[in-house]
Structure formats: structure tokens, C-alpha cells
């Protein structure tokens, strides 16, 4: 028997990347989504509408482990209707998925909740933990508090174990991601500090992401609040200047807020998502014994580099067939493969 893994909003940046995962590993894997659009293929796929109830439920009957990244995506601008549709989407979801949860004869053993690292209060002296960090104040910061009360006040059976996601930017080379579009930034020259360039930037490598989902996982006593960000906090300056070294850009020309405003508004984004300053220090994992595989921002960008895409993410050269490569899921890719 092999208990499946159920991902909720699979066929997004991070549900795509942990249902690769999973597949690799021989697992029974159950993709959730609104629509097929996006998903890697991987596993069996089921439509839901993220507020109902439906035949998706009976997937959760039995199930090792269920993991929520459903949610609307905040790159957008902050109308009425798009912070509506923000909260509503991950709110309603996690509520949908307690009620089938506590409707199952054998829940599943555990589940965990996406939530943002964007919950803590900005504090200029010190990163914010899970022990003793702070709520902030703001948008990103009501949408994560109700995220979080909708999780633990689920009702489900004491067998399953939950565990909220407080998630930094979650670096892999995707078109569209964060990585992609500062790597594009760069290249063109426009990879100076955003806005005052002090804002600290929590990140976490597509790899070290996944392993920590595992660490987690791995004992029955882990449950609660964890921060999912590497140990190391740079500036945004920082940041770009690593970017810089790393694509070879001599300069970068710096973006003052009003640059930023204008900038926002023709890619319909917001300025938010660049200037807030995000610190979040991963203290239950550090102290529990996990090990980032890329705890340094300079080396997770040289890495990443060399794995573009899903599929660029998950090569591994075969040795027996003579250079060629072949690919091999779930594991790392070989530098400098593409």
C-alpha cells in the first residue's frame, strides 16, 4: 500500500515542483487544481472550485500527507476585487479542506498550510521567529492572519497533524518567477537596490524548500508554525548586488519609489512586493538540526543558473549512457545543465 500525497493548487509554481517530487519518488500523488492549465502532468489530476465540497474529498481518505497551496496569486494590483479574490481564495479553500478533512473515515496523517513570511512586523534590529515574532500591520498581513486562524480552527480529527507554512520568496529558475524576472532585470541593466534598498529579503532555495517539507514531515512531533526561509537575510541591495555578480552586469541602475509606482502599474503589480521588508529567521528548523544544502545566496544563484524550468530542475546526467543525458526525476540536476 502507498498512502498518496494530495496537492492542493498543484498546478502552481510550488505545486508543480512538489508533485515532480513526489512522482519521482514512486509516490502515489493526487494534483488539485481549478483547472488543468499549468499542471506538470505528474500524478492523477482532480478539479475543485476551492469552496465546495466534491469527489476530490474521497482523495484525502487515507492519505499520508495533504499539502494547501491553493490561493490566488498576489502579483496583481491591490483593487477591491483582486484583494477579495486574495483572501477568499485561500481562506475558503482551507476551510473546504477541514470540512472534508473531519469527514473522513481515516484522515490523513498530516497537513500542511501555505502561509507568508510577510506575516511578521517589520523590526530593524533583529529577524522575526516563530517563538517570538510579532503580527505586522497591512494587507499581506490580514490576509495571512485569517489564512492561519482558517487552518487551526479547522476542526479535524486529532490524528492529523498540522503545520502552517510561513513561506519566504521561494527561488527556482521559472519563467515568470522572482528569480527570472530579477535574473532579467539584471542582464538589462537594471539591477540596482529598489526603492531605499534596506528592506531585508527572506528567500529559500527551490531544493532546501522541498527537503525542509520533508524534514518536517519526518516526525510526528513537528507541528505548529515553521519559517521556511534560508538562515541568511540580505538587504535588497544585497540582493541585487549578488544578482549583479553573478550575471556579470557591470552597473545596475538603482529604482526609486516613484520609478517603482510607474513600474507597477504597466506590469499591474505592486510595489509592495519589492519594497516590503520581509525577516524572517528560521529558527525551529535550525534549532531542530536542519541543513540548508544552499544557506548562501551566491551559490543558490549559481546553482539555479544551471537548472532552467521543471524539467532543467530535475535532470540528472546518466553515466552508463555515454554523456547523454537522460532525465531522472527527483533528483538534482548536473551543473551546467539547461
Known amino acids: 500500500m502507498n498512502p498518496q500525497i494530495v496537492i492542493f493548487g498543484a498546478n502552481g509554481f510550488l505545486g508543480r515542483y512538489f508533485a515532480r517530487h513526489y512522482q519521482g519518488q514512486g509516490r502515489e500523488v493526487v494534483c488539485v487544481a481549478r483547472h488543468r492549465e499549468g499542471w506538470s502532468g505528474d500524478g492523477m489530476f482532480l478539479e475543485w472550485d476551492g469552496r465546495t465540497m466534491g469527489p476530490w474529498a474521497l482523495a484525502l481518505e487515507g492519505a499520508e500527507r ?53 506575516f511578521y512586523r517589520h523590526a530593524e534590529d533583529r529577524p522575526q521567529d516563530e517563538w517570538e515574532g510579532e503580527p505586522g500591520e497591512g494587507f499581506s498581513v490580514d490576509v495571512a492572519r485569517a489564512w492561519e486562524e482558517a487552518f487551526f480552527a479547522a476542526a479535524v480529527p486529532g490524528a492529523t497533524r498540522k503545520v502552517a507554512l510561513r513561506t519566504g520568496m521561494v527561488l527556482a529558475y521559472e519563467d515568470g518567477t522572482v528569480f527570472e524576472v ?4 539584471t542582464r538589462r541593466g537594471l539591477g540596482g537596490r529598489m526603492g ?59 529604482a ?60 540528472q546526467p546518466d553515466h552508463r549512457s555515454a554523456g547523454v543525458r537522460v532525465w531522472t526525476p527527483g533528483k538534482k540536476a548536473a551543473a551546467g545543465s539547461r
Open 66 to 118: 495533504v499539502i494547501n497551496l491553493a490561493g490566488r496569486s498576489v502579483n496583481c494590483r491591490y483593487d477591491a476585487r483582486n484583494r477579495r479574490q486574495i483572501m477568499e481564495s485561500r481562506v475558503d479553500s482551507t476551510r473546504v479542506i477541514g470540512k472534508a478533512i473531519a469527514a473522513c473515515k481515516v484522515p490523513p496523517k498530516l497537513w500542511m498550510n501555505s502561509s507568508t513570511a510577510t
Open 182 to 185: 530579477l535574473r532579467h532585470l
Open 196 to 254: 531605499k534598498g534596506d528592506q531585508r529579503v527572506s528567500w529559500i532555495h527551490m531544493e532546501d524548500f522541498i527537503a525542509a517539507i520533508e524534514f518536517i514531515a519526518a516526525e510526528p512531533w513537528r507541528d505548529g508554525v515553521y519559517n521556511l526561509t534560508a538562515p541568511e537575510h540580505p538587504t535588497n541591495r544585497e540582493l541585487m548586488q549578488t544578482f549583479r555578480e553573478q550575471q556579470g552586469a557591470p552597473f545596475g541602475l538603482p
Open 256 to 315: 526609486t519609489r516613484w520609478m517603482l509606482e510607474i513600474g507597477a502599474q504597466v506590469m499591474k503589480t505592486e510595489t509592495e512586493l519589492v519594497t516590503k521588508s520581509r525577516w524572517a529567521d528560521p529558527r525551529r528548523l535550525r534549532e531542530e538540526g536542519f541543513r540548508w544544502r544552499w544557506p548562501k545566496l551566491e551559490t543558490a544563484l549559481a546553482d539555479l543558473e544551471a537548472r532552467h524550468g521543471l524539467e532543467g530542475f530535475f535532470y
